[in-house]
T-cell receptor, first 114, second 118 residues
């Protein structure tokens, strides 16, 4: 059973460009969570999605950030007009339908904004 | 809001010895989950151990065990017979129970960097 997949692993963008991060959950998992890790910090929750629904976006910045988890395909975290402060590692986690207490993490995407 | 505190930014241990990493948390909930995750230099977040608050018995996974003190809101991780591969950042995390109006999100501490000396 393949684990949580994230791509790209490394992404470099210039200020003002868009960053698009992808997450494919583990097979059979329908819950996806996005977290951000700044240097020397723990992970901070951003958003929780189920298929076609945003359940909790309390950790998402109000502007420039959006997330989706369509019926088909991976979950996407989109950052528009990136700034240097967006440089961080972005982790996706997933959990199965019936047992949502444990989250399994992907390898992360390291975003660098020049 | 729940908070998680890891008071030891760095710890070190000799290979084959035992080390304990501390974690305290603040919550008004009576039921919840607690986790320890390991983050090696590869940056992958790896689940080490989990504990349900309603269970009095401390969780164990091979060389890893926890000391869960609910009244004190303490959740320490003990690593026995430390190995070089245990060197990593260790994060303590809290999660509210599902389906009771609580958030599904994990709340993480800032981490403890563990060094294992040969």
């Amino acid at each position: 059973n393949a684990g949580v997949m994230q791509n790209p692993r490394h992404l470099v963008r210039r200020r003002g460009q868009e960053a698009r991060l992808r997450c494919s959950p583990m097979k059979g998992h329908s819950h996806v969570y996005w977290y951000r890790q700044l240097p020397e910090e723990g992970l901070k929750f951003m958003v929780y999605l189920q298929k076609e629904n945003i359940i909790d976006e309390s950790g998402m910045p109000k502007e420039r950030f959006s997330a989706e988890f369509p019926k088909e395909g991976p979950s996407i975290l989109r950052i528009q007009q990136v700034v240097r402060g967006d440089s961080a590692a972005y982790f996706c986690a997933s959990s199965p339908e019936q047992y949502t207490d444990t989250q399994y993490f992907g390898p992360g995407t390291r975003l660098t904004v020049l | 809001a729940q908070t998680v505190t890891q008071s030891q930014p760095e710890m070190s241990v000799q290979e084959a010895e035992t080390v304990t990493l501390s974690c305290t948390y603040d919550t008004s909930e009576s039921d919840y989950y607690l986790f320890w995750y390991k983050q090696p230099p590869s940056r992958q977040m790896i689940l080490v151990i989990r504990q349900e608050a309603y269970k009095q018995q401390n969780a164990t996974e091979n060389r890893f065990s926890v000391n869960f003190q609910k009244a004190a809101k303490s959740f320490s991780l003990k690593i026995s017979d430390s190995q070089l591969g245990d060197a990593a950042m260790y994060f303590c995390a809290y999660r509210s129970p599902s389906g009771q109006g609580g958030s599904e999100k994990l709340v993480f501490g800032k981490g403890t960097k563990l060094t294992v000396n040969p």
